[in-house]
């Protein structure tokens, strides 16, 4: 198994322009997640989605698209990228979405991003 | 939705010596409180975690303890290593958004 594959590794975008991260799981998981890493504020939820077709808003949605068409795939649109969007970008994803739940998260390596 | 603080944000020991992390949370409806660390160029990856039916648990070197009625858990690391440098997040159910939610992190810096 890859586990959580995230591309690209890197990337510089001008203000403005729009991108696609890409995320793909092998590992057959329901829930999948998009967060983003800031020093000194952790990793904040930008969306997920629990299942093939089903959404959601994490807590820092504005500014970011996701759609969830298969169970694999779980890509994070940058509609039109923006200086504060600068940050590292992790993929997760996970076996069971449930409330409170036993909720394993399994990480990509990460895409760090740079909007000039 | 929950809320997660982490403390320190920074912590260097001397090798051998204990680190210890606390963070707090706001839902007392939280039951499950796993620990991350995160090694450099690398995501964030599970390495214990504990339901609130128990108080304390261990894994070798390393162990977590929770107390409910104070809405706070602790990691514990024994004998640390060089490779135990790493940024170590606490995290907690957001029940609301079936996600988690993640402390603000802890550098923890092992000098040889």
């Known amino acids: 198994n890859a586990g959580v594959t995230q591309t690209p590794k890197f990337q510089v975008l001008k203000t403005g322009q729009s991108m696609t991260l890409q995320c793909a799981q092998d590992?057959?998981?329901?829930?999948m997640s998009w967060y983003r890493q800031d020093p000194g504020m952790g990793l904040r939820l930008i969306h997920y989605?629990?299942?093939?077709?089903?959404?959601d808003q994490g807590e820092v949605p504005n500014g970011y698209n996701v759609s969830r068409s298969t169970t694999e795939d779980f890509p994070l649109r940058l509609l039109s990228a923006a200086p504060s969007q600068t940050s590292v970008y992790f993929c997760?994803?996970?076996?069971?979405?449930?409330?409170?739940?036993?909720?394993?998260?399994?990480f990509g390596a990460g895409t760090r991003l740079s909007v000039l | 939705g929950e809320n997660v603080e982490q403390h320190p944000s920074t912590l260097s020991v001397q090798e051998g010596d204990s680190a210890v992390i606390k963070c707090t949370y706001s839902d007392s409806a939280s039951n499950y409180f796993p620990w991350y660390k995160q090694e450099l160029g690398k995501g964030p990856q599970l390495i214990i975690d504990?339901?609130?039916?128990?108080g304390e648990k261990k894994d070798q070197r390393i162990a977590v303890t929770l107390n409910k009625t104070a809405k706070h858990f602790s990691l514990h690391i024994t004998e640390t290593q060089p490779e135990d440098s790493a940024v170590y997040f606490c995290?907690?159910?957001?029940?609301?958004?079936?996600?988690?939610?993640f402390g603000s992190g802890t550098r923890l810096q092992v000098q040889p």
């Open positions: 504990i339901r609130s039916n128990v």
């Open positions: 590992m057959n998981h329901e829930y």
């Open positions: 995290a907690a159910p957001d029940t609301g958004r079936r996600a988690l939610t």
């Open positions: 989605s629990v299942g093939a077709g089903i959404t």
């Open positions: 997760a994803s996970s076996y069971s979405p449930n409330r409170g739940a036993k909720n394993i998260q399994y």
